[in-house]
């Protein structure tokens, strides 16, 4: 069974970095496709980053040049770096993985952006 878990969420001062992990399980993390989303309360759940089974990345424009994606196969981890941080940045975080046609996503993390 594909599972996903997120980690990393804390307070960080506006300016700061932050680092998200994603522990995934599965004999073939290799071949998912890796995702971060986030969502504020009474907000929607929108895309925030994705890795695809061949390393190719995406952003979405709000954080593109600022976060980082990447992903370590040997843990089956995948990683969000986040660099200079803005208040509205503050959200859960939440990891989803897909592979065919099953998808898993994590419980979130909780990320605020705040002096």
């Known amino acids: 069974q594909m599972q996903v878990a997120e980690s990393g969420g804390d307070l960080v001062q506006p300016g700061g970095s932050l680092r998200l992990s994603c522990s995934a399980s599965?004999?073939?993390?290799?071949?998912?496709?890796m995702e971060w989303y986030r969502q504020a309360p009474g907000e929607q759940r929108d895309l925030v980053a994705g890795i695809n089974a061949i390393g190719r990345t995406s952003y979405a424009d709000s954080v593109k040049g600022r976060f980082t994606i990447s992903r370590d196969i040997r843990k089956n981890t995948v990683f969000l770096q986040m660099n200079s941080l803005k208040p509205e940045d503050t959200a859960v975080y939440y990891c989803?993985?897909?592979?065919?046609?099953?998808?898993?996503w994590g419980q979130g993390t909780q990320v605020t952006v705040s002096s």
């Open positions: 599965g004999r073939i993390f290799s071949q998912y496709n």
């Open positions: 989803k993985a897909r592979w065919r046609d099953y998808v898993s």
